[in-house]
């Protein structure tokens, strides 16, 4: 037996616990243990938060003749929430209508930028051993950037897999699973 709901949601406040309640509701019948119920609820929440705040900016290109200013989209007022579970797993996406996912802004240098200059560094040390260089380390965000992408980390840490993404022209998408573990008795097993 497998279980499988969609939920279409207002981008309101009040809609993410209510997602949330439904998440766990179905879970507690189901019989999935307590602790991955609550990792789940709370991935949830935080995806639903995202479609919330971020997920209904984006605009309808304007008609042909039109003077270049969109329109808000049709179903920039809502959000889709889909959840599975069957024997061995929950899969829960969360999709909206906004703009999607931007493009990774570079607060911090990528792994492969560090390596190399910390390579640049060992090799200038080499030349001038007196001379110890601390590699430099990128200064953390402040304000409204530091806020930023928390909700998502959270996601990554509580689920087994993730996947952030973008449908051109539709808005983001983010799709979670985790592995269940069952109380016993459970309506649902592996």
Known sequence: MSIWWSLHLRREAASVPLARRFLLGTMETAGVDPDISFDLSVALSEACANAVEHGG?????????????????????????????????????????????PARRALRPAAHSVQHSQNSQHSQQSQHPQQSQKPQQPLPPQGAEAESGRGLDLIQQLSDHVQFGNRPGHGAVVRFDKVLKWREGALLTA
């Open 57 to 101: 900016d984006r605009t309808a290109l304007g008609e042909s003749g039109d003077s270049g200013y969109g329109h808000p989209a049709a179903d920039s007022g809502q959000y889709r929430v889909t959840a599975y579970l069957d024997g061995e797993k929950c899969r829960i996406e969360v999709s909206d209508s906004g703009p999607g996912f």
